[in-house]
Each structure stands twice: as structure tokens, then as C-alpha cells.
């Protein structure tokens, strides 16, 4: 399994942007996803966006497409996420995760997990 690291959480106004980023502890040239999720106390866990560290296919969940935007971090072994217009109920912890999956949108997909770190959009 791949060890995960996130970064780059804290407090936005609404509307405002920040880039999460998330470090792989060794190489994703294999055939890995990586995703970001997000959750708030008492709900299950979000799948938000995905890439293939391969082909570099993303993919989105409606509730964030064409605000936030996943990428490869090349230079990190990772991926990084910009939310962009942020709003108040983006609030919550922000995961990073692995599967060796394609297209994996599920918790259950992935075997690897960051510790997460907190975003909060407030004025």
C-alpha cells in the first residue's frame, strides 16, 4: 500500500479557492487511482474527484464539477485538488486516497487513506 499525506486545508471565504495537495510516500507509476473525498461528522464519506496517475483521466462528482479540478503532481508522486468559488457546505475533512481500480468512486475501492486535513469556508 501506498502512504498518503495531505496538505493545505484551512479557513476561505466564500467564493474564495485553495489547492489541496497530497503526497504519495513512493512512486504511482502503477496502474493507481487517486481521489479526493471529503466528510463531515455523521455522514459517509464523499467521493469528490479522481485521476489516473497512468493516462491522467480525471473524473468528477456532479456536486463539484466545474469548481474544483484534480491534478497529477508530478513532481510529488501526487495529485493535487483547486477548488475554485468555494461555499460554506464545502466544509469538511479532505481525504486523499489510492486504488488500483479504474474508475473507483466508492470508500470501499481504495486501500489507502490519508489522515485528512480540515477545510473550513466561513466569512
Known amino acids: 500500500q501506498v502512504q498518503l499525506v495531505e496538505s493545505g486545508g484551512g479557513l476561505v471565504r466564500p467564493g474564495g479557492s485553495l489547492t489541496l495537495s497530497c503526497t504519495a510516500s513512493?512512486?504511482?507509476?502503477?496502474?493507481?487511482?487517486l481521489a479526493w473525498f471529503r466528510q463531515t461528522p455523521g455522514k459517509e464519506r464523499e467521493f469528490l474527484a479522481g485521476?489516473?496517475?497512468?493516462?491522467?483521466?480525471?473524473y468528477y462528482a456532479d456536486s463539484v464539477k466545474g469548481r474544483f479540478t484534480i491534478t497529477r503532481d508530478n513532481a510529488n508522486d501526487g495529485v493535487l485538488l483547486q477548488m475554485n468559488n468555494m461555499k460554506p457546505e464545502d466544509t469538511a475533512a479532505y481525504y486523499c486516497?489510492?486504488?488500483?481500480?479504474?474508475?473507483?468512486?466508492?470508500?470501499?475501492?481504495?486501500?489507502?487513506w490519508g489522515q485528512g486535513t480540515q477545510v473550513t469556508v466561513s466569512s
Open positions: 485521476i489516473s496517475w497512468t493516462t491522467g483521466a480525471d
Open positions: 486516497a489510492a486504488s488500483t481500480r479504474f474508475y473507483p468512486s466508492t470508500p470501499d475501492d481504495f486501500s489507502s
Open positions: 513512493r512512486r504511482t507509476d502503477t496502474a493507481y487511482t
